[in-house]
């Protein structure tokens, strides 16, 4: 057999291979594949409408299912929320410190408030707020023109006094001792008279020239006579001894009453000048330059700032850490958490508003609360009132 017969019967010999069919039968064998592998499409089925009780019910299921949803949303939270508080909680005991036991103070130191007597005008102040004054130093200046014109008033009514004093005391003038002493003389001159007339009429009577009657008059002339003598000596010796005692302590008192006067009024206006009654800082001024000030009214405070002291408010069931004299140490923040010691000096109960209740119904008591003072044992520099006083 020839090349080209072999390579025409090739193909056909491969196909009987490959397929196992005679390719003269090949293209109707494939055709009828093509009608076999076309997929059946089936007629779909035609859906009723549904009825009123069929929504009815897939309404309700649906309903159904979202309250169920919520439920176990809501649970889920809740579930939620307990796991977060009790994991607080476990955390909370797990770092659980116990109660703070500090005792808080605060500085404190003897305030003097600065006033007078004179009610008046404030004129000038010679310091400032935050100036140290010495004791004995110029504060103000108060001016009351009423105090000033009472002390004059005083003052003349001490020279009225002492002058009718000087009077009393001299005595009578001496003029009025002379009038007296001439009304002796007059009424002696007259007496002698009188006496040397009775004696010629009582010769006469007895010798039985004149009535008793004439004698009679003679003799009570002479006896008004000698009353008159008397009158005037007793005149004379009243005008020579002056005014009685008890006139002159009369005129003494008046002059002392007037006197006592002025030196009132005199110790009033001693404040018209007010000067610190100790050593200080100036810790406020009340009135301004110009403002009327009323008597005993403070016009200023001045802080002693050599005597700080701190206060504590403490629980009574701690005082016997802090009894009387005992020392304690402290810490003062504001000066850079500075540590110092001071001594107890004052212990007091605070009073019943000051107590605590018990926190148990039973097994426990009320605590009152005491006010604790102590001094600096040493001097602390820059420590001032109002700073806090931590005890340690």
């Known amino acids: ?180 002493q001439k009304m002796v003389e007059q009424a002696q001159a007259a007496e002698e008279i009188a006496r040397k007339t009775f004696e010629r009429l009582d010769n006469l009577f007895n010798e039985g020239v004149v009535s008793a009657q004439k004698r009679d008059e003679a003799k009570a002339a002479f006896d008004a006579a000698t009353a008159a003598v008397a009158a005037a000596k007793s005149q004379l010796e009243m005008a020579q001894n002056g005014p009685q005692a008890e006139d ?8 002392n009453v007037a006197e006592a006067t002025v030196k009132e009024v005199e110790a009033v206006l001693e404040d018209k000048y007010l000067v610190a009654p100790c050593s200080g800082e100036i810790a406020s001024i009340y009135p301004h330059v110009g403002e009327l000030v009323i008597m005993g009214s403070p016009i200023m405070t001045i802080s002693q700032l050599d005597d700080m002291w701190a206060a504590f408010n403490v629980r009574e069931e701690r005082l016997n850490d802090l009894t009387m004299g005992k020392e304690i ?17 004052y212990v007091r109960d605070m009073g019943s508003y000051a107590t605590w209740g018990a926190t148990k119904a039973y097994g426990d008591y009320d605590s009152k609360t005491f006010e604790v003072k102590a001094r600096p044992v040493k001097t602390i520099e820059n420590f001032r009132p109002g700073m806090s006083v931590i005890l340690k």
């Not at 809740?78 to 116990?98: C, D, F, S």
């Not at 002159?248 to 002059?255: F, I, N, P, T, V």
């Not at 140490?329 to 000096?345: C, R, S, T």
Request: glycine fraction near 4%; charge should be positive.
């Open 329 to 345: 140490d402290v810490i003062i923040p504001a000066l850079g958490n500075k540590e110092a010691k001071m001594k107890v000096f």
């Open 248 to 255: 002159k302590e009369a005129s003494k008192s008046m002059e």
């Open 1 to 180: 057999m020839s090349k080209d017969k072999k390579s025409d019967l090739k193909p056909q010999d491969t196909t009987q291979v490959n397929e196992g069919q005679n390719p003269a039968v090949e293209p109707k064998l494939k055709a009828q594949d093509k009608e076999v592998q076309k997929p059946t499409i089936e007629p779909k089925p035609q859906l009723r409408p549904k009825t009123k009780e069929e929504q009815e019910k897939e309404e309700k299921a649906k309903r159904r299912r979202i309250r169920q949803l919520k439920r176990l949303s809501i649970i889920m939270a809740m579930l939620i929320l307990i796991a977060v508080v009790a994991g607080m909680a476990i955390w909370g005991i797990m770092h659980l410190k116990p109660a703070d036991k500090t005792v808080q103070g605060q500085a404190d130191c003897e305030v003097v408030r600065v006033s007078g007597k004179l009610a008046g005008r404030l004129v000038e102040l010679y310091v400032k707020e935050g100036d140290y004054v010495v004791k004995g130093q110029r504060l103000a200046k108060i001016y009351s023109s009423t105090t000033d014109a009472t002390l004059s008033k005083a003052k003349e009514m001490k020279n009225v006094a002492s002058s009718q004093n000087k009077k009393v005391e001299r005595g009578t003038r001496y003029e009025i001792i002379n009038s007296a």
